[in-house]
């Protein structure tokens, strides 16, 4: 790469920018925007999460400190706080919304071979929510309880590389189970679930789409065993039956057959009840996937903890969402340039490398280089795959 470039601008070269100006386009993001552009907005909030800015002060501040070098950033606007207020507000998030999914279709192109913890030929997602506490009288429009107000951050993520493959923005309000009206199944996929998206309809609607499902089974769900196979007890299985719903409605909703799995947790003490629509995989596989769920929990933990989506630079949903798909894009961005270069070091270690570089005029690779070399890595090993060494 060219040493005359600063780390974030070798960073920004690997984003698609002709794609970027056709979503720009698609929303007339620029249409009477002279000054400052959506790429401006764009890479000035990259900047912020790179750098874990706190405020639109912190960003306006820390730029023009380093004004001499806007330009081959790919800054040409003037930043200033109120400048970026405006643009957060006014620039529509479905520009961002639509790149950070281009960025997440190329992740995933780039960590399509990528092995995880089993062996499975199929595509295996893991579906979950997490909420982000607002304050109603802040956020009035981010509807969740009474005297609170919230955001759901609704992900499907793909366990091969661990890079989502869908994600909504709602209010607190929307119950999980309706999102699974806004997945395209892809046949012959795995679709991993807690209890909370236990709907019978929508569950069916899944197996009519030729795809697979493991959820957990609620305890008052009444049933008729047609079948039992034989397991061994050694491996934690307690039981592997063929059954149908013996309640009228659930009957109803899902008139097929389905495949029971009883397993006993030995670490937690505790027995967890599986429902799957898929009759072929042994049934110490099925149990297996569903712990590979707990993947998305640690993907929720990790944004939360390493990207700006906690704490927001503007109080309208358009703000809110615009800087949840850019940091979205940045995590994804990162996982790309990770790939493409075959950088060995973790996600945080990256990341943290980026936040006190990002100024210099150091060839990027050399930076990570450097730090192999000295053999800095502080990341813990309960992480994701894509941040494993």
């Known amino acids: 790469m060219n040493t005359g470039q600063t780390v974030f601008a070798q960073i920004m070269q690997h984003l698609p920018m002709h794609e970027f100006k056709k979503c720009v386009a698609k929303y007339k993001g620029d249409y009477r925007s002279r000054r400052f552009s959506c790429l401006d907005q764009f890479l000035c909030m990259a900047f912020a999460q790179l750098t874990q800015r706190d405020s639109l002060r912190n960003i306006e501040v820390c730029l023009r400190t380093q004004k001499n070098k806007l330009y081959h950033m790919g800054i040409r606007g003037p ?21 950070a999914n281009i960025l997440i279709a190329t992740a995933r192109d780039l960590y399509h071979d990528d092995n995880f913890a089993v062996e499975l030929a199929n595509t295996a997602y893991a579906l979950d929510s997490s909420t982000i506490d607002l304050c109603l009288s802040m956020f ?33 309000k929307v119950h ?62 307690r039981c592997d039956q063929i059954i149908t719903f013996s309640d009228f409605y659930a009957k109803k909703d899902y008139p097929d057959k389905l495949r029971r799995i009883k397993f006993f947790d030995a670490v937690n003490q505790k027995s967890l009840v599986f429902l799957t629509n898929n009759f072929s995989l042994p049934a110490l596989t099925i149990a297996q996937l569903y712990k590979q769920r707990w ?10 903890q390493h990207l700006h989506i906690k704490a927001f630079y503007g109080t309208s949903e358009n703000a809110v969402k615009s800087q949840v798909w850019i940091a979205i894009s940045v995590y994804v961005l990162v996982a790309i340039m990770k790939k493409q270069l075959k950088i060995e070091q973790t996600l945080y270690t990256i990341l943290q490398i980026i936040s006190i570089s990002i100024f210099e005029k150091t060839p990027v690779l050399q930076a990570f280089a450097d730090d192999q070399q000295n053999n800095f890595n502080n990341e813990s090993y309960n992480q994701l795959n894509l941040f494993n060494c």
């Not at 930043?79 to 790149?99: G, M, P």
């Not at 509807?143 to 919230?150: E, I, L, Q, V, W």
């Not at 366990?159 to 923005?169: K, T, V």
């Not at 993947?295 to 939360?304: G, P």
């Open 295 to 304: 993947q998305v929990e640690l993907f929720f933990k990790w944004i939360k």
């Open 79 to 99: 930043v200033s706080k109120s400048t970026l207020a405006d643009a957060n507000d006014r620039h529509n998030w479905r520009i961002f919304s639509d790149f």
């Open 140 to 172: 009035p429009w981010a509807k969740f309880r009474k005297t609170k107000g919230a955001i759901k951050l609704h992900t499907l993520l793909d366990l091969r590389g661990n890079i989502p493959s869908f994600i909504q923005i709602t209010t607190g």
């Open 176 to 237: 999980d189970v309706n999102i699974l009206d806004h997945i395209i199944f892809e046949a012959g996929s795995f679709y991993i679930m807690d209890r909370g998206y236990l709907d019978f309809e929508r569950l069916f609607y899944i197996t009519k789409q030729s795809a697979f499902f493991v959820t957990r089974s609620k305890s008052n769900t009444k049933f008729q065993r047609l079948h039992s196979f034989v397991v061994d007890k050694t491996t934690g299985l």
